[in-house]
């Protein structure tokens, strides 16, 4: 699967964070607030536990650990949880690397 990209968006200032899965490297970018670009690093490199919907039902829930750098699907995970934990916003629906084209 390689990359992983999505768009981050602090009070204005979009930048992305990119996953690569086979190197379990990390690239962060938020225009001007490299203080942000490092929360966002150290919340992505430190386990987490968290309760998710379990296998059973939407209703039921698990507790989980979630290493964002161990899959795809972990670091998704964490991402769900990335504006509570650093007011970081990832916006899902905007294509990386959109705003600079406008």
């Not at 929360?39 to 998710?52: C, F, G, I, Q, S």
């Not at 995970?77 to 600079?100: D, F, G, I, K």
Request: net charge negative.
């Amino acid at each position: 699967m390689a990359t992983q990209t999505v768009t981050l968006n602090y009070n204005g200032n979009y930048g992305f964070v990119e996953f690569n899965d086979e190197t379990k490297e990390l690239k962060i970018e938020i225009p001007n607030h490299e203080d942000m670009v490092q929360k966002v690093r150290e919340y992505l490199t430190t386990p987490h536990t968290m309760d998710v919907p379990g296998k059973a039902s939407l209703c039921e829930f698990e507790t989980v650990t979630v290493n964002a750098l161990d899959s795809v699907a972990q670091f998704k995970l964490a991402l769900t949880r990335l504006w509570v934990n650093t007011e970081v916003l990832v916006e899902w629906s905007m294509p990386p690397h959109m705003v600079e084209n406008l």
